[in-house]
T-cell receptor
Framework: GAGVSQSPSNKVTEKGKDVELRCDPI?????LYWYRQSLGQGLEFLIY????????KSGLPSDRFSAERTGGSVSTLTIQRTQQEDSAVYLC?????????????FGPGTRLTVL | KNEVEQSPQNLTAQEGEFITINCSYS?????LHWLQQHPGGGIVSLFM???GKKKHGRLIATINIQEKHSSLHITASHPRDSAVYIC?????????FGKGTHLIIQP
C-alpha cells in the first residue's frame, strides 16, 4: 500500500509569508507526528495527533506554528510569518495504535527554505 | 542539555566489523526508538523497544531500563549500512532525539 506522503516536496518562500505543509498518513493509521530536521541539527519532535486531537502542543517552536488534522487523516502544518530560522526539512510520520508506542512510518519530508 | 546522548558521533569501520552504537537518556521512557537515515534519503524506523532485546536480520537492539541505556548492534557490517542512526526517547511529552551517529562502512 501507499506510504506516508507529503506535499510539497520543496517550498521556497520569502520571509514573512505564510506556508502550509501537508501530510497524508498511511490509511488507517490513527496517530500522526510532525518533526523538523534543521541542517546540522538533530531531529526535533513538534507535535503528534491521536485521531484529530493533539494532546500537547508545547513542542511547537513558537505561536507562529500550528497544526491540525481533519477526518483522522490528512494533517497540515502551518507556519505564519516565516523566518529564516524556520528553514528545515519538515517530516511527517504515522503509526497504528497508541501514539509513541508503535513503529512509525516516515514520509519523505518537505524541504522549506525561507529567503 | 540534551536528554538523549549518543556515542560515538562518527564511526568509520571496515566491512564485516561488528558495530555498536550507544544511547543514554536521563529521563524515564515509555519506549526507545532507533531510526536510520541514509544520505539524502528518508527516515526508517528500525526498532521500538521498552525492555530486553530485539533482533531484525543483522541488527540487534538492547535496552537496560535501570541504567537508562540502549545499544544498537550491527553484525557483519556492509557498506549499505552506512547511514545516520538516531536514538529517540519516547515519553508522555513526546519524543526526544539524540544528535545521531554517522556510520560509514568501507568496503
Amino acid at each position: 500500500g501507499a506510504g506516508v506522503s507529503q506535499s510539497p516536496s520543496n517550498k521556497v518562500t520569502e520571509k514573512g509569508k505564510d506556508v502550509e505543509l501537508r501530510c497524508d498518513p498511511i490509511s488507517g493509521h490513527t496517530a500522526l507526528y510532525w518533526y523538523r530536521q534543521s541542517l546540522g541539527q538533530g531531529l526535533e519532535f513538534l507535535i503528534y495527533f491521536q485521531g484529530n486531537s493533539a494532546p500537547d502542543k508545547s513542542g511547537l517552536p513558537s505561536d507562529r506554528f500550528s497544526a491540525e488534522r481533519t477526518g483522522g487523516s490528512v494533517s497540515t502544518l502551518t507556519i505564519q510569518r516565516t523566518q529564516q530560522e524556520d528553514s528545515a526539512v519538515y517530516l511527517c510520520a504515522s503509526s497504528l495504535g497508541r501514539p509513541l508506542y508503535n513503529e512509525q512510518f516516515f514520509g519523505p519530508g518537505t524541504r522549506l527554505t525561507v529567503l | 542539555k540534551n536528554e538523549v546522548e549518543q556515542s560515538p558521533q562518527n564511526l568509520t569501520a571496515q566491512e564485516g566489523e561488528f558495530i555498536t552504537i550507544n544511547c543514554s537518556y536521563s529521563v524515564g521512557i515509555s519506549a526507545l526508538h532507533w531510526l536510520q537515515q541514509h544520505p539524502g534519503g528518508g527516515i526508517v524506523s528500525l526498532f521500538m523497544l521498552s525492555s530486553g532485546k530485539k533482533k531484525h536480520g543483522r541488527l540487534i537492539a538492547t535496552i537496560n531500563i535501570q541504567e537508562k541505556h540502549s545499544s544498537l548492534h550491527i553484525t557483519a557490517s556492509h557498506p549499505r549500512d552506512s547511514a545516520v542512526y538516531i536514538c529517540g526517547r519516547g515519553g508522555a511529552d513526546g519524543l526526544t532525539f539524540g544528535k545521531g551517529t554517522h556510520l560509514i562502512i568501507q568496503p
